[in-house]
């Protein structure tokens, strides 16, 4: 069974393209803050549920490769820690352990 990190390099193989990692980096959150939102304002989170996948499938078709759910729904989980990682390394730099392994 793959670890963390071999699903974390699958992912991040998946996705090089600058305008795909925009796309994922505001899709993700926004299916999160739709989930939330819909019991509070269910119009507003349905929205911004449907936003954030229209977002993952453009940015996939730019890219030009099918998102990584389809391979396992596992990959559900591992988008938004993706997300996370990328952002933290935008923000902070990328760690000495990712250097060291890239």
């Not at 699903?7 to 989930?35: C, Q, R, T």
């Not at 499938?57 to 391979?71: C, D, K, L, S, Y």
Request: proline content about 5%; overall charge neutral; cysteine-free.
């Amino acid at each position: 069974m793959p670890n963390l990190d071999e699903y974390m390099g699958k992912y991040d193989h998946e996705h090089h393209n600058g305008w795909n990692k925009l796309m994922h980096g505001i899709g993700i959150p926004m299916i999160f803050a739709g989930v939330g939102l819909l019991f509070f304002r269910w119009q507003w989170g349905l929205a911004a549920f449907l936003l954030g996948w229209v977002l993952l499938f453009v940015g996939h078709r730019i890219e030009g490769n099918n998102p990584a759910f389809f391979q396992g729904p596992i990959y559900l989980l591992v988008g938004p820690i993706w997300v996370a990682k990328e952002l933290k390394e935008h923000l902070f730099g990328k760690s000495q352990k990712a250097t060291q392994t890239h």
